[in-house]
């Protein structure tokens, strides 16, 4: 029968073809809705107290991680992070981190045994993690100059990413709408 | 042998203790522990309507730390938030479609347990009702097949043996 000869074929094909490219996706991987999009804005108390706006930093590159203290991969990536926060000292660079789903006493405890002065936002009621979409730890979004997403990481960050990240970021040019007074706006004192 | 029947009991007495265990889950490093949740209040569980339309809207979603399950049936952290901050949404007056577009709009279109049906998605919705009915054809087309081969083979068998006879 020669209608069995190509019919049967020419259905499977597709479907195989569906399912070898199901193969090549990484189902961890969930593409973010956000890069190339304004960062949502937030204004959050810190561990320390004080409050910190996205809007503050306009004109900064934000690295804005999400950690927990129960999350190994984050031990991974902190190193990285506290080299960064020696490197970049004196630029247009600010860390951020996010607490998730883990109480501040913990969060304060890991950042005193790890190290690091930037500010831990407290998430209240996780409002920051669902604006960004987060859905494990670490996650971390790199904010440009401009106020825009630059790239979501799911996993830990590695030395060479946040190198070419942050130097990309902050050899771009300032936006056009900013004046002087808005860069220098600095973040409420006690963020740490 | 009392030293032999002592270490059999106590291998066996082992073997029962190890299948009788509780089956433990993998050792999820990267899951938070359930956090106390974000209960409704109790002038919300007052009112069904607003309950069920976040039920319905939970029950759509993806719950983000667990994935398998959606926002109404998971109990992690991060679902319970999801369901505070969609019955937020509605208390402020927004529709059921607004409150799930905010949540495509952070999470893409993960987020839902059911993919929309269009442009690409179309291949989720059709392609079993496809295979059924290729399958189906496959099937009525070899079942005719077989009918036609026992035909022809009774009728030759007709014809053998009525030319025996003759």
């Known amino acids: ?192 | 042998m009392p030293s032999l029947n002592r270490t059999r009991h106590f291998a066996f007495l082992l073997l029962l203790l190890v299948l009788a265990a509780p089956s433990r889950p993998g050792f999820a490093l990267q899951e938070p522990q359930p956090q106390a949740g974000t209960e409704p209040a109790q002038e919300d569980l007052e009112d069904p309507v607003l309950e069920a339309q976040v039920r319905e809207i939970a029950s759509k979603l993806r719950c983000p730390t667990c994935r398998a399950l959606s926002v109404q049936d998971s109990q992690a952290g991060m679902a319970n938030e999801m369901r505070e901050l969609i019955r937020e949404q509605l208390r402020a007056g927004k529709t059921p479609e607004e409150v799930t577009a905010y949540f495509v709009d952070r999470y893409g279109e993960w987020i839902l347990l059911k993919p929309t049906a269009e442009g690409f998605n179309w291949t989720v919705w059709l392609l079993p009702v496809l295979m059924l009915g290729g399958g189906l054809f496959f099937v009525f087309m070899t079942a005719r097949r077989w009918v036609e081969q026992g035909q022809a083979r009774a009728a030759a068998l007709a014809n053998d043996g009525e030319e025996s006879e003759l």
């Open chain 1, 1 to 192: 029968m020669n209608w069995k000869k190509t019919l049967i074929p020419a259905a499977a094909l597709p479907i195989v073809a569906l399912l070898g490219y199901g193969l090549t996706v990484n189902p961890n991987i969930i593409e973010s809705t956000l890069p190339g999009r304004p960062a949502f804005e937030f204004s959050a108390t810190t561990l320390d107290g004080g409050t910190v706006s996205l809007s503050d930093l306009k004109g900064k590159v934000v690295v804005l991680n999400f950690y927990a203290s129960w999350c190994v991969a984050c031990i991974d990536e902190h190193r990285v992070f506290l080299d960064a926060e020696r490197y970049y000292a004196g630029r247009d660079y600010k860390m951020l981190g996010v607490i998730y789903q883990d109480p501040p006493a913990n969060a304060r405890r890991w950042m005193q045994r790890m190290g690091g002065n930037w500010p831990s936002l407290i998430d209240k009621n996780s409002r920051i993690a669902i604006d960004y979409g987060v859905y494990g730890v670490p996650e971390t979004y790199f904010i440009g100059k401009d106020g825009l997403v630059a790239h979501k990481q799911i996993g830990p960050v590695t030395a060479r990413l946040m190198v070419s990240m942050v130097d990309s970021l902050l050899a771009a040019p300032m936006p056009d709408d900013m004046t002087s007074a808005d860069v220098s706006a600095e973040p409420t004192p006690g963020q740490g």
